[in-house]
């Protein structure tokens, strides 16, 4: 049976599959990949695409297709995918379920423009009403976490009738200006201007606690931050905070469990709203919720998602309270926003989710890949923590323990040898030294022995 077929026991279980790096043929029926000159390809894409289009890896990995956990290279090699093309595989590559819902509405229409209403949107929206916490009943779809975040500030600007905002330092919003203005690294900000009106605090970090302190004894002062932002860097009067439950590009960030709270109330008394932006933790990624900021028991304002709401198909939503949404203009429009593909393929991601209770499988199955990552740190001075939620889970990999030097070249070194071993994974944070590990929420226990076997043939060769 196919690890993405309808009734596969993939809930918190192993399986027999041996996943290797071998040459190999995906199981999918009737498929037959074709010849690629992969060194052809890959000088052509260098020629053609901006220099600025990174890729991992000294020699650019091509995919050719993808089955459930695994993706196949153009020699026919086989990779354990725990990164899932930046945690947006959610539900396992080529989907058999997702893929009959977007076939079967190509079928039908496949673009109408926001202008129109479709069925599969206006599905979308009523089940995304069911599961957002709250009074957060009417959503705004557009093709990115990007777009949805640039909305969702956008939003707290109207609302409110003010400009200033506050993000967080390490933080990752999009790479449109508003949203990269809202960044926390520098890597991230372009174009040497800013939008005006963003202020950043300082992240709750307690790996690298700018205050030099330790949680619990800190008093949670990542949070006081807040307050002494807006009282010595704005006009007092906010439109809005704006942060990720766990911060995912600045590399699987968990703030300490107070940290929302007393957020939220600063916020508050100061006139501004709360964005979470779950473009990387929603949809059952953190474990046990469907949303990741559900953990602190906070409601947001607005909270925008992307990445594994539709298992890989370009979709961004910002959702809100009705109060809130009607304060926008009267008229605005996203051609893409709303496609009836693409929002057929997020309810179709979103009901396999449910009916597999892919959340749950994210606790148990991240609570086990915890364990073992606890274990290789154990093992390995070169870790020096180990942090996340369900299946995001990160390695932040350093020089020296005491010092906390970040070692980057030892992640690089990490990637290629657990390529050769037929693992794929991911990185971030600041320095480039964070291991981010973000596999599709159907990995089984067993996928997880395979990957953290790789990690320790691989940081054993640093």
């Not at 000159?37 to 993808?66: C, N």
């Not at 956990?69 to 026919?76: A, K, P, Q, R, T």
């Not at 300082?202 to 330790?214: E, N, V």
């Not at 657990?418 to 990995?443: C, D, M």
């Amino acid at each position: 049976m196919h690890e993405n077929q309808p009734g596969t026991p993939v809930i918190g279980k192993g399986t027999n599959e041996k996943i290797a790096s071998g040459k190999s043929q995906p199981a999918a029926a009737g498929f037959r990949p074709q010849p690629i000159d992969a060194s052809s390809l890959v000088s052509e894409y260098k020629e053609h695409v901006w220099p600025a289009a990174a890729t991992y890896y000294e020699k650019p990995l091509v995919i050719d297709h993808g089955e459930g956990m695994h993706v196949w290279d153009s020699e026919g090699n086989r990779y354990l995918d725990c990164f899932g093309g930046v945690l947006t595989v959610s539900v396992g590559h080529a989907n058999r379920d997702v893929n009959r819902a977007i076939i079967d509405q190509v079928g039908k229409v496949s673009h109408t423009s926001a202008l129109y209403i479709n069925k599969p949107a206006a599905e979308l929206a009523a089940k995304i009403a069911e599961i957002t916490p709250g009074d957060l009943s009417t959503s705004f779809f557009t093709n990115s976490g990007s777009e949805a975040d640039e909305t969702a500030m956008l939003l707290a600007r109207i609302y409110t009738g003010r400009q200033e905002i506050i993000a967080l330092r390490h933080a990752y919003h999009g790479r449109t200006m508003l949203a990269m203005s809202a960044a926390g690294h520098s890597t991230w900000r372009l174009g040497g201007t800013a939008v005006a009106g963003i202020h950043h605090a300082i992240a709750p970090y307690c790996y690298r606690c700018p205050f030099g302190q330790s949680y619990p004894d800190c008093g949670v002062k990542c949070a006081q931050d807040v307050e002494d932002v807006i009282q010595t860097t704005t006009s007092g009067k906010i439109a809005g905070f704006i942060a990720e439950p766990i911060l995912g590009v600045g590399g699987f960030i968990v703030p300490p469990k107070e940290y929302f709270g007393i957020v939220k109330g600063i916020v508050e008394r100061y006139g501004g709203i709360f964005i979470a932006d779950e473009v990387q933790t929603g949809w059952g990624r953190t474990g046990d919720k469907w949303c990741g900021i559900e953990h602190w028991e906070v409601e947001p304002e607005v909270m925008t998602f992307a990445k594994g709401m539709a298992n890989g198909s370009p979709i961004g939503c910002t959702t809100t309270t009705p109060e809130i949404a009607k304060s926008f203009p009267g008229l605005t429009f996203s051609t893409f926003g709303g496609n009836p593909v693409t929002a057929a393929a997020a309810s179709a991601t979103i009901r396999y989710i449910e009916e597999h209770d892919l959340p749950h499988n994210a606790a148990v199955v991240g609570g086990y890949l915890r364990e073992k990552l606890e274990g290789l740190k154990e093992k390995y001075p070169i870790i020096g923590d180990v942090r996340g939620m369900g299946l995001m889970q990160a390695i932040e990999c350093v020089e020296d323990r005491k010092t906390k030097v970040p070692a980057p070249k030892a992640v690089l070194k990490v990637f290629e040898e657990t390529r050769k071993r037929g693992v794929l994974i991911g990185k971030g944070g600041l320095f480039g030294n964070v291991i981010r590990l973000g596999p599709p929420l159907i990995a089984s226990k067993s996928h997880i022995d395979e990957l953290v076997t790789a990690l320790d043939a691989a940081f054993a060769t640093v």
